[in-house]
């Protein structure tokens, strides 16, 4: 796997594959990764000849008083495993080589970004999809994969990829859990054990919340606040949970088929997002 930190150095080297007549996959990431982020690398392998991991801890998307230092940062273990997954290249910027210092352009995807956890986060989808477009017109890609854990990151960055007319392909791949039904997150590294016990409260409340929907409750409302009571009761200070159909992350009316459940928490210090999207 070959290793690059530079913008000129990755645009030479994807060159070299595109002369070739290769197609390049990317998968942007940042960084401490697990197997949710081994899934998408793995379904890059199936969509393009070449793969395209970055990891970069990207400072715009976090607010004040938010963990950009925090961060987990494991580049060597993350190198370990993607050269065990067979990534082909691996771009490792830095902020410089990403931001100038004078930067004057930034990106924001209206509407979509200041519901649900941009009300909580403000700035952050604006600074996700700044990063993602920069990368990818830096590698240039024919697909681009994402995890679905972050769903509402996915809707901005398809409806930003549909506006500025980007040519690639986004691919959406589905949360790996862990057994007890956690999502995997870099930030479950936050959690301690008794937190990790009482974090698969938040899966359980949306497979509820679902399982209700698809056996014909039809009172949504309801449903949003029986998980939120159940989310506290299991220790979590509740952000959001809400019934939104998936198609625009509007909130879903009854005759809406495609339903997306979205809930966000802080347990303790840490916040967990989680999802689970459906048809009735
Ligand atoms: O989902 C993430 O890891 C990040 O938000 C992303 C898409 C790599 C942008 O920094």
Redesign the pocket.
Known sequence: MQIINTVCGIREAINAWRVAGETVAFV???GNLHAGHLQLVNRAKKSADRVVVSI?V?PT?FGLGEDFEAYPRTELEDQEKLEIEGADLLFLPSVSDIYAPDVKTIITVTGISDSYCGSFRPGHFSG?AT??CKLLNIVQPNVAL??LK?FQ?FAVINLMVRDLNIPVEILGVDTVRESTGLALSSRNAYLTQDERMKASALYVSLCAARDAILAGSQNYEDIEQKAIQSIQKAGFQADYFFVCRSSDLKKANLDDVDLVLLVAAKLGKTRLIDNVYFSK
Do not use: A, I, R
Request: no cysteine.
């Open positions: 942007p990431t940042m970069f990207n998307q996700v990063v993602v994402f995890g972050d990151q």
